[in-house]
């Protein structure tokens, strides 16, 4: 487990600083292997969950029922060392029992705020849209900003904070679209699909027995996972990269009717950094940017032609625009 360093900040107070890019290259392998004992054969989407972590981002995966969409959040939680907390989405959740509520003290005659599992490192959101919009969108503060607000005072939540959350894809008549405004807040939407016969062979066997979720360790603590942070959002990203970005945004727009915000562009390029730390560079790459863009542009855009879907907008986009 690496330890990070750690810097002073006014009033005494101890939080760690950035670490050297190598440092979270040899962390993001370390995490992927870690996951990857449990998730088998899935290495890219691990690979991209670890890159939305680092990149300060939140992810949501999406796909039919037992292909290991809880099993990877419940692992990526367990690798860091740090605070995990789980929200089962149902029908008759209520927004209180995500954020937190003022509880009445008997013995004190006060109001004192009991904190809900949205108060943890990383959540997991099973299932979100099993929930109706409105208990959805209790997330919404807290994902774009950090913060949480009930009954009037603003709490900050923990440092670092991640949502992964998982989303039924089969039972249409059961569940409720997710608003539009909370899809642009994850940075990524995934799909891990079924594995290929080996792979599957391969899980069949760790898992007959005792699964092996039940023996993972973690391999980071929360501390050099927020150093490691802090060295991703270091990295540079030149202008003409920015631009870049500017572009391929810009194009999905000119080609859908809804394309990506900029909250998007934003997405992709703190991804972007991510790849480029995780590859050991403190410098992005337009090749950073094509990694990425397919997973984090499409569950931005809307398109109003049924032979048209926002893949291919951001895959027609990648071709089309040109790398200046």
């Keep these: 487990m690496t330890d990070a360093n750690s810097q002073s900040r006014p009033g005494g107070n101890r939080t760690p600083g950035p670490i050297d890019v190598t440092a979270v290259a040899e962390l993001a392998t370390e995490l992927e292997s870690n996951v990857a004992d449990v998730i088998v054969g899935h290495g890219e989407a691990i690979e991209h969950v670890v890159t939305a972590i680092l990149g300060r981002g939140h992810v949501l995966l999406e796909d039919v029922p037992g292909v290991g969409k809880t099993m990877l959040a419940r692992a990526i939680a367990t690798s860091v060392d740090c605070t995990f907390s789980r929200v089962q989405f149902t029908p008759d959740l209520l927004p209180a029992d995500v954020t937190g509520v003022n509880v009445f003290n008997q013995q004190t005659r006060e109001f004192e705020f009991q904190p809900g599992p949205v108060f943890g490192n990383v959540v ?154 995780i590859a050991g560079r403190d410098y992005v790459l337009p090749d950073d940017v094509q990694t990425e863009a397919p997973v984090v542009f499409p569950h931005r855009i809307r398109t109003t032609d049924r032979d048209r879907d926002a893949e291919t907008i951001v895959a027609n986009a990648l071709e089309r625009v040109p790398v200046e």
């Design 124 to 277: 997991l959101g099973d299932e979100i849209n099993r929930a109706p919009p409105k208990t959805q969108s209790a997330l919404l503060e807290a994902m774009e900003e950090g913060q949480v607000t009930a009954d009037g005072e603003t709490r900050d939540l923990p440092e670092p904070f991640t949502v992964i959350a998982t989303q039924n894809a089969t039972e249409p008549n059961r569940t409720y679209d997710l608003p539009f405004a909370e899809l642009d807040r994850f940075m990524k939407k995934l799909e891990l699909g079924y594995p290929d016969p080996e792979a599957e062979a391969e899980l069949l066997g760790r898992t007959v027995g005792h699964h092996p979720i039940d023996s993972l360790e973690s391999v980071t603590d929360r501390k050099t996972l927020i150093a490691a942070r802090e060295t991703v959002a270091t990295v540079r990203v030149e202008r003409p990269v920015r631009e870049y970005v500017t572009r391929l945004a810009g194009d999905t727009r000119e080609h859908a009717h809804i394309g990506v915000s900029p909250r998007g562009s934003i997405a992709l390029l703190r991804a972007a950094q991510a790849r480029a730390a």
